[in-house]
C-alpha cells in the first residue's frame, strides 16, 4: 500500500511541477545537432576543396532509461549553405516523450542564417534566426491521482483534479551568432525569445522560459602530415534557462575514422550539483559521422538514475559552386 501511494504522490508532484516550471530537452553531442545547438549554424559544413554542403543529421537520446516514465528526444535535421541568398538554409522538427508517452512534443521549424566573410576569407561570421511550430499533448486520463485510491483495491476511483485540455499549440522564435576560423569558433543563442505560453490551463503566467546558451571551442591538429585527420577538439558549452544553469566542459579526439571523446556535466544556482560524466565513441567514413555517448551520473540521484543514452548520425554532400563560386569556411566541430 505504501508503495502505491508513493507512486500516486510522485504522479501528482512531477504533473503539478510540469505545470509550473518548464525546461526545454538537452542533448550531450550539442557537436551533432549545430541546428538545434545554434540556428547561426545552418549552412556552416563544408566538403572537399572547402565547397559548400548539404547536411542531414539525426539525434536520439534516451534519458535516464531505468525510470519507468523516461525521456526520450528524437531529432531531424537538414541545412546547406546557398550562395545565391548569401547564408544558409535549415529546417528541423524535433520530437519528445515524457513519462512513457504521457506529454508528447513535436517542433517544426526553419531557419536562415547571413553569413559575412572578414579578413578576407580568414574570419567568417553567422547570424541566424529560427521561427516555427510547437505542438504539445497531454493524455490525461493515464495519470494517476492520490484522491483516485481506494485502500482495499487501488486506483479506482474518478479524480478530482481538474482535467486540462489535450492539446496546446504555440509559435516559437530562436536567433543565434557564431564568429568563427579554420581552427577557433565562438557563438550564442537565445530560444524561446517570445516566451510562449504553453499552458494545458490556459494559465498566462506558464511560459516557456528563454533558453540562453554559449559555446566555444577549437580544433587542434595533432599530425603535421596535412592527409591525416589526426586532432585534439576542446570544446565548452553553458545554458542557462530560468532558475536551471549547467556548464558541459570536454573534448573529443579523431585518429582516423575513430572518435573519442569525455565531458563533465556541472550545474549550478538552485539545482547545483555534479551532474554526469559523459562518454563519446564513433567514427568517420567520408562523409558520414556516427556517434554514441553515456552519460554516467556522479550525482546524489545515480542510484535512481544511472545513465542516459545518446545517438547521433550525420551525412554531408558537396553542393555544386554557382556562377560565382565561394568557399564558405567550415565551422570546427560542426
Known sequence: MKTIVRIALLSVLSFSAARVQAQDPELTQFYAAPVYTNPALAGSAVCGMGMAAGRVALNYRNQWPSLPGTFRSLMFSWDQHVPSIGGGLGAMVFHDIAGSGLLTSTAVSGVYSYLLPLNH?????????????????????????????????????????????????????????????????????????????????????????????????????????????????????????????????????????????????????????????????????????????????????RSAIPSSHEVSATLDWCIPPGRKPFKPLHCPEF
Open 121 to 301: 576569407g580568414r574570419l567568417f561570421m553567422r547570424f541566424g534566426l529560427q521561427g516555427g511550430v510547437v505542438m504539445k499533448s497531454l493524455d490525461f486520463n493515464r495519470l494517476k491521482f492520490a484522491d483516485m485510491i481506494l485502500p482495499t483495491q487501488g486506483f479506482v476511483l474518478p479524480t478530482g483534479e481538474q482535467q486540462p485540455s489535450n492539446s496546446v499549440t504555440y509559435p516559437n522564435f530562436n536567433a543565434g551568432w557564431i564568429m568563427y576560423t579554420s581552427k577557433f569558433y565562438f557563438g550564442a543563442a537565445a530560444h524561446n525569445i517570445t516566451e510562449p505560453n504553453w499552458s494545458f490551463y490556459q494559465n498566462p503566467d506558464e511560459v516557456l522560459p528563454r533558453r540562453y546558451t554559449v559555446h566555444t571551442g577549437a580544433v587542434i591538429p595533432l599530425s603535421q602530415n596535412r592527409y591525416e585527420t589526426n586532432t585534439f577538439s576542446p570544446n565548452a558549452l553553458f545554458m542557462m534557462q530560468r532558475n536551471f544553469t549547467q556548464l558541459n566542459l570536454g573534448f573529443y579526439a579523431n585518429k582516423g575514422p575513430l572518435v573519442t571523446g569525455l565531458w563533465f556535466r556541472q550545474t549550478f544556482g538552485n539545482y547545483g550539483n555534479s551532474d554526469a560524466i559523459m562518454m563519446l565513441v564513433g567514427f568517420r567514413k567520408d562523409k558520414f559521422k556516427f556517434g554514441y555517448s553515456y552519460d554516467f551520473t556522479v550525482s546524489d540521484g
